[in-house]
């Protein structure tokens, strides 16, 4: 069987016994040492030739959710579609960012904020116990599983302390109850009435899916029906 020769000693043999075959004028490398970098590659226009070189990664798709803690359509979304697409997808794959707030309206009462929201005073408080989640736990594979504990169980409201112990025990219950009593949690629903006020187009409603900074129907019926078929789309 005759000896196999490898690319680069190809080009390299080339370079010896024809100077001149095929070296980019900004080449000033020899041959044995172009498929040695990235960049010594591009200099000499040899990246074809170079098999084994590394590649950049690719962006992560951004996915955002604006959603209500109540909303049926939410639920079903984030639990069905949403969570399981995050646990198969390597984490370089897909950012994600949830912003509880959806329908609700915002006033501004003697210099504090005051929410009503769609589902009543309990979807305002879930939204609120959420946006205090995130950020105590601040890490996005930290506090998804307890949000996804929350929405897939009886309430929403009522089990933060049953989702921390199964999927966050390191997390401080009081800490987070002092966010939803106080001005931070007041604050920080403030700053998701913001972002979901922002959208462009204005989101008409819940759950409302942003892909890569856009939102369009065809885009929400893709990540409805399957997200991550869309995600394995998109991702380059």
Same mark, same amino acid.
Request: proline share 10%; charged share 5%.
């Given at each position: 069987?005759?000896?196999? =020769? %490898? !690319? $680069? @000693? /190809? @080009?390299? !043999? /080339?370079? /010896? =016994?024809? $100077? &001149?075959?095929g070296v980019a004028p900004g080449c000033d490398s020899p041959a044995h040492l172009w498929c040695s970098s990235p960049e010594i590659a591009a200099a000499c226009q040899v990246q074809s030739r170079c098999p084994n070189l590394p590649h950049p990664a690719a962006a992560p798709v951004e996915l955002s959710l604006y959603f209500e803690s109540l909303c049926p359509a939410c639920r079903q979304f984030l639990v069905l579609e949403l969570f399981p697409t995050w646990l198969l997808l390597p984490s370089e794959m897909l950012n994600i960012t949830l912003v509880p707030y959806g329908n609700a309206q915002e006033r501004n009462v003697s210099g504090k904020w005051s929410f009503q929201c769609q589902h009543g005073p309990e979807e305002c408080l879930g939204n609120m116990i959420e946006a205090c989640l995130m950020h105590e736990a601040q890490n996005?594979? +930290?506090?998804? $599983? =307890?949000?996804?504990? /929350?929405? %897939? &169980? +009886? %309430? @929403?409201?009522?089990?933060l302390e049953a989702c921390l112990q199964v999927y966050a025990p390191e997390l401080d219950r009081g800490r987070i109850a002092a966010c939803v009593q106080g001005d931070t949690g007041m604050a920080l629903m403030h700053h998701n009435a913001q972002l979901t006020d922002a959208l462009d187009p204005p989101h008409q409603y819940v759950p409302w899916i942003v892909v890569n900074g856009k939102h369009t129907d065809e885009l929400q019926a893709q990540a409805e029906a399957s997200l991550l078929g869309l995600v394995c789309h998109l991702y380059q």
């Open positions: 069987m005759a000896p196999t =020769v %490898s !690319l $680069p @000693v /190809l @080009v390299a !043999l /080339l370079a /010896l =016994v024809a $100077p &001149g075959f996005f594979s +930290t506090y998804f $599983p =307890v949000i996804f504990c /929350l929405e %897939s &169980g +009886t %309430s @929403v409201t009522e089990n």
